[in-house]
Every structure is written in structure tokens, then in C-alpha cells.
């Protein structure tokens, strides 16, 4: 079986750390502090609930884009970190529900909220997590929450539209990438749209700065669809191989299908439609499957980092230059 990671890229390209945010550690903490307080009102009737929340929270990859970006463009300011804990309650949000319809019952190595405490609860839960969200988002202003229900509202169309498509086997390239541009990219792009342009940049900084949010996201979906396939679920942390319990198609499964010719392609499908992943590992080996989608992932990757020749030289943009390679390589 193909790995997912290159080798030397991996070796180089570790899971981002405190050290590599550190001229945001203190934005983080704020952020952190933001959160907390946030939900404290409902430690006293759901305080195991809120607890649970924390082992969601593990890359902290949209929080810290949207303080790069802020710190990148010019500075960090109060509003930033009101809108940076937004970001990631919503994304928690989508988390717990995510769950839910793929079915999981492990993440960050601990049973997820739906398998401990069932899908009512954990649907009740992310709505509560995007309501308060927005609540948050309020007491900046009614550009940011504009920005970030426009953001909101696409990531919930991009589930729907990857739900409404299940099981179906004739998916197309244009349909796969209409649905992670929603349900991954709009908020990696907004995260970095909202640093910019409370920082006081101009418009046109702004949009390239979500132009390299929006490249990032699709390649980090791309990598994360390459790990359900093919990941370690002790390293990964999480259940894998959903997608295809599911028969959800993602960008190698596309490629196989389109690559192969009319009776392998409808035996496939009849593989997919079983189950029988043995079948599947073996025609995304025949037909290079695997490299292709990493390939794109890795063109995406190039094209966001070129976006950021809208920003002077600093500490900060050398490390949103560096997070497109790590989203591609990483293992979990």
C-alpha cells in the first residue's frame, strides 16, 4: 500500500507546535481564555459535556490562521481573538456533528461525544456551539458576522450537499471539490479574510489572504480523505475508513473509477457497494489513485503559498508558508 507521506517531506514537516506558534502564543491564550468564558454558563447543567469539548480541540489550525494572518498583515487586536474562539466553536461545532453522520466513535483517541452520550445530545450540542458562536461573533460587528455566517452557511451546504450525495458512484471531480470548498475551505478561508481585514489591510490583501485560506483548505481535505483511506487509526486518533463504510466518494475513488475501463470501473462500484476494501486498495494501486490525489493536493498547496507575496516579509508569513506542506504530510 502506497503511503500517504513522502518521506523527506515528513521528516520536515512536523505537526504544527508551540514552538512554530509561538509569535501568537499569547493571542492563543487570549483566544483560549475567550472560549472558556464563553461556555462557563453552561458548566453547571452540562459541565461532563463541556469538559468532553477539549479533546476536541487539537490543531487549533483556524484560530491560529486567522492570528497569523492578523499579525502578518499588520497587528493583532482585541477583535481578533472575539473572532478567532468564533472560529473555532464553530468548527468544534462541526466536529461533534460530523461525527455524528459518519458515525465515529473514536476522536482525539477518546470516545466521541455521540458514543458517549448518543446523536440527540451531540446534535443539540453543536447547535448550541453555533448559536453561541454567532452570539460571539455580535459583540465585534455586523461585518464579521456577515462574513461569518456567509462562511457558516457554506459549510453547512457543503455537508448537506456531501450527504444528499451519498452512495452516489457516478460522482464527479467538479461535484467532490463544490463539496469540500464548502464544508472545509469556506472556514479556513474566512478565518484568514477576517485576520487581514481587522488588521486595516486593504481589500485586495484581504482577498488574496482568503485565497490562500481557501487553497489550504481543499488540500488539507484532500490529505484528510488520502488518511481515511489509508491512515493508522492509533496514529490518526480517530476512526478511519468511514468514507467508504459510507460509499462516499472522494478524489482517489473518483479517479480510480474515471481511470479504469467500462467492467473493472462497474466492478469497483460493486466493490465500494460491498465493502471490500481489498478490491479497492488494490485498483487505487493499479491505477496510481493515490499519487494522483496527493499530486493535487500538493498543486493546491503551491498555489495558496504564492498568495502570499501580497504580504511584507515576516515571522509570520514564513509560517503560513509553511502550513500548505504540513496540511499535505501529516499523519493525523
Not at 468544534?92 to 446523536?119: C, F, K, S
Amino acid at each position: 500500500m502506497e503511503s500517504v507521506l513522502s518521506p523527506v517531506v515528513a521528516a520536515a514537516s512536523p505537526r504544527p507546535s508551540a514552538r512554530m506558534f509561538a509569535p501568537i502564543a499569547v493571542d492563543l491564550e487570549e483566544t483560549d481564555r475567550i472560549l472558556a468564558a464563553a461556555l462557563a454558563q453552561y458548566r453547571s447543567q452540562f459541565g461532563p459535556l463541556i469538559q468532553h469539548l477539549k479533546h476536541y480541540r487539537g490543531k487549533r489550525l483556524r484560530p491560529s490562521l486567522l492570528l497569523l494572518a492578523a499579525k502578518a498583515s499588520g497587528a493583532v487586536a482585541p477583535a481578533h481573538h472575539v473572532l478567532a474562539a468564533a472560529v473555532e466553536m464553530i468548527h468544534t461545532a462541526t466536529l461533534v456533528h460530523d461525527d455524528v453522520l459518519d458515525e465515529a466513535a473514536v476522536r482525539r483517541r477518546l470516545p466521541t461525544v455521540n458514543a458517549e452520550w448518543g446523536n440527540k445530545t451531540s446534535i443539540l450540542l453543536g447547535d448550541m456551539l453555533f448559536t453561541h458562536a454567532f452570539h460571539l461573533t455580535s459583540t465585534v460587528d455586523g461585518r464579521a458576522c456577515g462574513i461569518i455566517g456567509a462562511a457558516t452557511n457554506r459549510v453547512c451546504a457543503g455537508e448537506l450537499r456531501q450527504v444528499c450525495q451519498g452512495g452516489n458512484l457516478d460522482l464527479s471531480e467538479v461535484d467532490y471539490f463544490a463539496i469540500i470548498e464548502g464544508k472545509t475551505a469556506a472556514l479556513t478561508e474566512c478565518s484568514c479574510r477576517l485576520g487581514a481585514l481587522y488588521a486595516g489591510t486593504s481589500d485586495e490583501v484581504a482577498e488574496c489572504m482568503a485565497n490562500f485560506g481557501r487553497g489550504l483548505g481543499l488540500a488539507f481535505q484532500i490529505a484528510d480523505d488520502l488518511l481515511d483511506l489509508v491512515g493508522d487509526e492509533r496514529t490518526a486518533g480517530k476512526t478511519l475508513g468511514t468514507d467508504l463504510a459510507q460509499r462516499k466518494l472522494t478524489l482517489p475513488l473518483i479517479h480510480c473509477l474515471n481511470a479504469l475501463p467500462g467492467s473493472d470501473a462497474k466492478g469497483l462500484r460493486e466493490a465500494i457497494r460491498g465493502n471490500v476494501s481489498n478490491r479497492v486498495m488494490a485498483a487505487l494501486a493499479r491505477t496510481e489513485s493515490l499519487r494522483y490525489a496527493r499530486r493535487r493536493a500538493e498543486s493546491l498547496a503551491r498555489s495558496a503559498k504564492q498568495e502570499l507575496e501580497c504580504l511584507p516579509r515576516s515571522e509570520c508569513r514564513t509560517i503560513l508558508e509553511s502550513l500548505p506542506d504540513w496540511c499535505i504530510h501529516r499523519e493525523r
